[in-house]
T-cell receptor
Framework: NAGVMQNPRHLVRRRGQEARLRCSPMKGHSHVYWYRQLPEEGLKFMVYLQKENIIDESGMPKERFSAEFPKEGPSILRIQQVVRGDSAAYFC????????????????FGSGTRLTVV | SQQGEEDPQALSIQEGENATMNCSYKTSINNLQWYRQNSGRGLVHLILIRSNEREKHSGRLRVTLDTSKKSSSLLITASRAADTASYFCATDRMDSSYKLIFGSGTRLLVRP
């Protein structure tokens, strides 16, 4: 059972290009979360999705950022017209249901995608 | 400011010594967790303590939680060079338990 798979691991984009980050949740997990980590900081919640639904996007910038989790395939975090301030590590996590129960909370994190905007 | 804030921001100790990190938070919580992150890598879940628990142990880790002070501490005993990493506390609020709120972390260096 592979863990949460994120790709690419590293992504370099020029200012103004689009960045697409992919996240395949653990098998059997239908809830996906995206977090962003700026250098020397903790992770910040961006968005919570279930299959074909955005449940909470309160942490996602209103402009240029979008996320989806289609019925088939991975979850995608899309950043249009990237700027230098978008450079960060983007982490995806998944859970089988609403977390908050169980000894490990039910959350599993991926290894992240490190986006560099040049 | 952040829901969770760790202190110290950075800690340097000798191998074999104990390392203590603290975390403070602001609102009522369901659980508090500690994660480890090696440089440039993902997060590893270490331990979860529920709001009705006061202390928890896992191997060389000991976590305490004081809900009256809204604070937690993580103690790593008999530290090893491999413990060198950043350590983050994360809380989830009662009104949005799926959303983890992370502090800015303590960067621990264990010198061999």
């Amino acid at each position: 059972n592979a863990g949460v798979m994120q790709n690419p691991r590293h992504l370099v984009r020029r200012r103004g290009q689009e960045a697409r980050l992919r996240c395949s949740p653990m098998k059997g997990h239908s809830h996906v979360y995206w977090y962003r980590q700026l250098p020397e900081e903790g992770l910040k919640f961006m968005v919570y999705l279930q299959k074909e639904n955005i449940i909470d996007e309160s942490g996602m910038p209103k402009e240029r950022f979008s996320a989806e989790f289609p019925k088939e395939g991975p979850s995608i975090l899309r950043i249009q017209q990237v700027v230098r301030g978008d450079s960060a590590a983007y982490f995806c996590a998944s859970s089988p249901s609403n977390p908050g129960t169980g000894e490990n909370y039910g959350y599993t994190f991926g290894s992240g995608t490190r986006l560099t905007v040049v | 400011s952040q829901q969770g804030e760790e202190d110290p921001q950075a800690l340097s100790i000798q191998e074999g010594e104990n390392a203590t990190m603290n975390c403070s938070y602001k609102t009522s919580i369901n659980n508090l967790q500690w994660y480890r992150q090696n440089s440039g890598r993902g997060l590893v879940h270490l331990i979860l303590i529920r709001s009705n628990e006061r202390e928890k142990h896992s191997g060389r880790l000991r976590v305490t939680l004081d809900t009256s002070k809204k604070s937690s501490s993580l103690l790593i005993t008999a530290s090893r060079a491999a413990d060198t990493a950043s350590y983050f506390c994360a809380t989830d609020r009662m009104d949005s338990s799926y959303k983890l709120i992370f502090g800015s972390g303590t960067r621990l260096l264990v010198r061999p």
